[in-house]
């Protein structure tokens, strides 16, 4: 059974906890009778700040964290409405908090600035408690979304990141491929994959251990990071197995760029961290494939596959194209 947390819904005394947490609300006002005494029973790590140029308003919401907008709908130098509709339109301030500070009466404004998307409205003349509770539900709530979207974010990362090695994994590497080689979507440069498998690696576990394998993966990840460029892709593809997708990248590049890996993690054997003075040198072999008009992810994935396979056949510790 999900609990309410799990729902998405809160009791008020998880919702309280938010309350600890540090706020920034920005006041929107050029008629000098709103001031910070209006919201002075808000505790010490409630931050205000009031803002009479509202062009200058709107360029710190886009930039900084903000976590509550108090505005004036009876501006005097700008459409107050105008500002609500900007706060809501724009991206990067499209989920913050809008409280509306109304005259009482002044209902066509105040139906006005709700229909634009304003959370909620305070009348003046202002009732202290009113303005504090209303601040404090917006601000838990602002600060509960928070954590849904950081959670979310998480989320997201560690499905497409391999625990291990922090590169992507491979559901990663299909979904990327396939968006790439879409109709249409189709580099006017082939692309290029490397598959690189460890030789011989199953005896490293058994000499050294399970542990100290994963080191010697964790550094090769890193090693691949190393020598690829900001656009090609590096995938930890199966346990001792690594992709690499390089964009724009023709056979004759590739392997170029393949040898050279090769070569590099040849010369230089995995350090295992100073506490364990040892250090294990492996060597690696690599199947190559390029793109072809029309091809699929799997075709050229197949490719390289076949060419790793014949990487092994023929001694390993080799390039095959
Ligand atoms: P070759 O590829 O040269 O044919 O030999 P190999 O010994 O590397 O090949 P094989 O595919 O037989 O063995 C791969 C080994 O990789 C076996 C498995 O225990 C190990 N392995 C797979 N995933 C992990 C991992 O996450 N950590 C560690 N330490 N070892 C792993
Ligand atoms: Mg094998
Ligand atoms: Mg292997
Ligand atoms: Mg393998």
């Given at each position: 059974h999900a609990t309410g947390a799990e729902l998405g819904i809160l009791t008020n005394a998880k919702l309280a906890e938010f309350d600890n947490l540090d706020s920034r609300v920005m006041i929107i006002d050029d008629t000098g009778d709103v001031d910070e005494s209006l919201v002075a029973p808000l505790p010490d790590n409630c931050r205000r700040e009031i803002y009479s140029d509202v062009k200058e308003a709107l360029n710190i919401l886009r930039t900084e964290k903000v976590d509550l907008v108090i505005v004036n709908l009876n501006l005097e130098g700008y459409d107050s409405l105008r500002f609500c509709s900007a706060v809501r339109t724009l991206n990067e301030t499209r989920l913050t908090p809008l409280l509306a500070l109304v005259r009482q009466g002044d209902t066509r404004k105040l139906v006005r600035a709700l229909d634009l998307g304003v959370n909620d409205y305070i009348t003046r003349p202002v009732d202290s408690g009113e303005i504090t509770a209303r601040i404090r539900t917006q601000l838990r709530r602002k600060h509960y979304i928070d954590q849904l979207r950081e959670s979310f974010q998480v989320g997201l990362e560690l499905a497409v990141t391999?625990?291990?090695?922090g590169l992507y994994n491979r559901r990663y590497l299909a979904n990327h491929m396939s968006t790439m080689f879409d109709v249409g979507g189709q580099a006017k440069m082939p692309a290029s994959v490397l598959i690189i498998d460890v030789d011989h690696f199953k005896p490293i576990n058994d000499t050294y251990g399970h542990d100290i394998g994963d080191v010697v993966l964790q550094g090769l990840a890193k090693r691949l990071t190393g020598s690829i460029r900001g656009m090609d892709i590096a995938c930890r593809y199966g346990g001792e197995e690594f992709v690499l997708l390089m964009p724009k990248t023709d056979a004759a590049t590739v392997s170029i760029v393949a040898e050279r890996i090769r070569e590099e993690i040849e010369a230089e054997p995995f350090d295992l961290g100073s506490d364990r003075n040892k250090s294990i040198p492996i060597t690696v072999s690599i199947g190559a494939a390029t793109s072809h008009e029309g091809d699929t992810p799997q075709a050229i994935l197949k490719r390289a596959d076949e060419a790793l396979y014949r990487a092994k056949e023929q001694g390993r510790n080799r390039v095959v194209y």
């Amino acid at each position: 059974h999900a609990t309410g947390a799990e729902l998405g819904i809160l009791t008020n005394a998880k919702l309280a906890e938010f309350d600890n947490l540090d706020s920034r609300v920005m006041i929107i006002d050029d008629t000098g009778d709103v001031d910070e005494s209006l919201v002075a029973p808000l505790p010490d790590n409630c931050r205000r700040e009031i803002y009479s140029d509202v062009k200058e308003a709107l360029n710190i919401l886009r930039t900084e964290k903000v976590d509550l907008v108090i505005v004036n709908l009876n501006l005097e130098g700008y459409d107050s409405l105008r500002f609500c509709s900007a706060v809501r339109t724009l991206n990067e301030t499209r989920l913050t908090p809008l409280l509306a500070l109304v005259r009482q009466g002044d209902t066509r404004k105040l139906v006005r600035a709700l229909d634009l998307g304003v959370n909620d409205y305070i009348t003046r003349p202002v009732d202290s408690g009113e303005i504090t509770a209303r601040i404090r539900t917006q601000l838990r709530r602002k600060h509960y979304i928070d954590q849904l979207r950081e959670s979310f974010q998480v989320g997201l990362e560690l499905a497409v990141t391999d625990q291990l090695t922090g590169l992507y994994n491979r559901r990663y590497l299909a979904n990327h491929m396939s968006t790439m080689f879409d109709v249409g979507g189709q580099a006017k440069m082939p692309a290029s994959v490397l598959i690189i498998d460890v030789d011989h690696f199953k005896p490293i576990n058994d000499t050294y251990g399970h542990d100290i394998g994963d080191v010697v993966l964790q550094g090769l990840a890193k090693r691949l990071t190393g020598s690829i460029r900001g656009m090609d892709i590096a995938c930890r593809y199966g346990g001792e197995e690594f992709v690499l997708l390089m964009p724009k990248t023709d056979a004759a590049t590739v392997s170029i760029v393949a040898e050279r890996i090769r070569e590099e993690i040849e010369a230089e054997p995995f350090d295992l961290g100073s506490d364990r003075n040892k250090s294990i040198p492996i060597t690696v072999s690599i199947g190559a494939a390029t793109s072809h008009e029309g091809d699929t992810p799997q075709a050229i994935l197949k490719r390289a596959d076949e060419a790793l396979y014949r990487a092994k056949e023929q001694g390993r510790n080799r390039v095959v194209y």
